[in-house]
């Protein structure tokens, strides 16, 4: 039997021993500053869209109303938007792994550009900001979180990045709520090409049994994290790898559905 994993979520994990140190090592330094202006009131936080407004959280009230909110009438498995309230046709036909998506917010201007710098332009110290937009919706009664898992990418990838932004997400949100939190339990076995590139069906064909689970989970409630979800074809695959594994409940939040 394998040794439970001690990971917890925490602001900060500084990886002494791992290849991925010198990767990290800008973030850390980011999250620290971060964590210490978030702690001491002396510093003025600045809003990190209008950069003029006080924004204790990051993101001032009027920015934050600028943000484009996900339609309320969604698929209740996918949060595909929907005429109304209710199940879309794809999941009718193929139900996904997961037993339910949760996100509050569309992939749209001025969102997009915050992910986008997040992401692509490395701005690591805007995870904080960006984990507090991932509303924790009310849960599924009985519905208790064991544990929270990053979408997890592949060493090609991570290589490329130098970090995993789903990662760091979670970590924030895990380290927010107070629940446990690991990002070395689910693995990808192999580097698929980018999701945005393919159609729906393509999508699902491209991430079939690429991920890995390191351990049971029997009876557990998982909570899957990821930045952007289009088809939830990746989180769908994902969750049917864990609950191989024996968990009873697999959901999943994202930052914003595109």
């Known amino acids: 039997m394998m040794a439970p994993d001690r990971e917890k979520g925490c602001a900060i994990h500084i990886y002494i021993k791992s290849r991925r140190h010198r990767a990290v090592k800008g973030?850390?330094?980011?999250?620290?500053?971060?964590?210490?202006?978030?702690?001491?009131?002396?510093?003025?936080?600045?809003?990190v869209l209008c950069k003029s407004s006080p924004a204790p959280g990051g993101l001032c009230p009027a920015c934050?109303?600028?943000?484009?909110?996900?339609?309320?009438?969604?698929?209740?498995?996918?949060?595909?938007p929907m005429p109304a309230p209710g199940v879309c046709g794809h999941c009718q036909r193929h139900p996904p792994s997961f037993d339910a998506l949760h996100v509050s917010w569309q992939f749209g201007y001025p969102l997009s550009g915050l992910i986008h710098a997040f992401k692509y332009g490395k701005r690591l110290e805007l995870a904080g900001v960006l984990s507090r937009l991932i509303v924790p919706p009310v849960c599924?009664?009985?519905?208790?979180?064991?544990?929270?898992?990053?979408v997890p990418l592949s060493k090609e990838r991570l290589a490329e990045r130098g970090f995993n932004q789903s990662e760091e997400l979670a970590r924030a949100l895990?380290?927010?709520?107070?629940?446990?939190?690991?990002?070395?339990?689910c693995w990808r076995k192999r580097n698929t090409p980018?999701?945005?590139?393919?159609?729906?069906?393509?999508?699902?064909r491209n991430v079939k049994?690429?991920?890995?689970?390191?351990r049971r989970l029997d009876g557990l409630?998982?909570?899957?994290?990821?930045?952007?979800a289009t088809t939830g074809a990746t989180l769908s695959a994902l969750a049917e790898a864990v609950k191989k594994q024996?968990?009873?409940?697999?959901e999943a939040w994202v930052l914003a559905r595109a």
């Open 27 to 47: 973030f850390l330094l980011s999250n620290i500053a971060g964590i210490v202006v978030d702690k001491c009131s002396f510093f003025e936080q600045i809003c």
């Open 64 to 80: 934050l109303d600028m943000l484009p909110r996900h339609p309320q009438n969604r698929c209740r498995h996918c949060a595909q």
């Open 209 to 214: 049994d690429a991920f890995g689970v390191k």
């Open 246 to 250: 024996g968990a009873r409940r697999v």
């Open 140 to 150: 599924e009664k009985g519905f208790k979180i064991d544990w929270i898992f990053p």
């Open 174 to 185: 895990a380290g927010t709520m107070q629940i446990r939190f690991s990002a070395n339990i």
């Open 221 to 228: 409630d998982v909570l899957l994290v990821d930045d952007v």
């Open 194 to 204: 980018f999701q945005a590139q393919l159609e729906r069906a393509e999508r699902y």
